[in-house]
């Protein structure tokens, strides 16, 4: 996966657990018509100065095709951001820090193509640079198709404890093996059958566990290393699957 393509990685690792070939057409970007701005036109996108006054702003024109959702893409590259504010039309859709979330904005789902006036502004200190905005779609039909696929491969008897998972998986060859969604964390231990398997991530985000061709009784705890003792109490809303895999070498590389 790449360290910089967030959307290419969603469309990655969805296809990998609907075990279809990546598509270039679940997102899309589109460009945005700038129709004002108090800000300067600078080499990457645009710069705003003085942001203390409170002053500050864009207005955007795009149009979103049917049967999408629809995001705004606001990266902020430099400078101090305390808030921005993102208006459809008059209707607020949202106030949020670009220092805790990130650079995408959902401006909501259309069945039906829309054109649509966005405004923001922005709230920060001294001077911020942004690359220029784009608009992010995602097909929904796609999607749909994808999740539903995905569902065909999840892993439904599996049982979870504080800081265990245990589970019967039986499969048809040794080129599988089991995605978690978990955040990837050193202090989870496995077996397979009684015995130790190493435990492997997807991209330093999720848990992987191989799996041997037939039946596997599967056994993990959270063993809490160095000071995040206590950091997992509960595992809620936890989804996993059944990849295939051709070696542990695609595996680090997805």
């Given at each position: 996966m790449s360290k910089t393509d967030n959307l290419g990685n969603q469309n990655q690792l969805l296809s990998l657990v609907a075990h279809t070939s990546?598509?270039?057409?679940?997102f899309k970007s589109f460009p945005v018509q700038l129709t004002g701005s108090t800000g300067q036109t600078a080499e990457a996108g645009l710069e705003f100065k003085n942001l203390e006054n409170g002053n500050q702003s864009l207005k955007l024109s795009v149009t979103?095709?049917?049967?999408?959702?629809?995001?705004?893409s606001l990266f902020k590259m430099q400078g101090s951001i305390s808030q921005i504010s993102v208006y459809k039309g008059k209707q607020l859709i949202e106030n949020y820090n670009p220092n805790l979330v990130g650079q995408y904005i959902n401006l909501g789902s259309f069945k039906q193509r829309t054109n649509l006036n966005i405004s923001v502004r922005l709230s920060g200190t001294g001077t911020a640079q942004f690359a220029r905005p784009t608009l992010i779609t995602l097909n929904e039909k796609i999607f749909q198709r994808q999740i539903e696929l995905a569902r065909k491969y999840q892993a439904t008897n599996l049982k979870y404890g504080k800081r265990t998972i245990k589970g019967n998986i039986t499969t048809n060859n040794d080129k599988q093996a089991l995605l978690l969604t978990i955040p990837a964390d050193p202090g989870w231990k496995a077996k397979i059958n009684g015995k130790q398997v190493a435990v492997k991530t997807v991209d330093n985000l999720f848990t992987l566990v191989p799996l041997n061709s037939g039946k596997n009784q599967l056994t993990m705890k959270y063993v809490p290393t160095g000071l995040v003792i206590g950091a997992w109490l509960t595992i809620l809303g936890l989804s996993s699957f059944i990849l295939y895999r051709?070696?542990?070498?695609?595996?680090?590389k997805i």
């Open positions: 990546v598509t270039k057409r679940l979103v095709p049917k049967n999408q959702q629809a995001y705004l051709s070696g542990d070498d695609t595996i680090m």
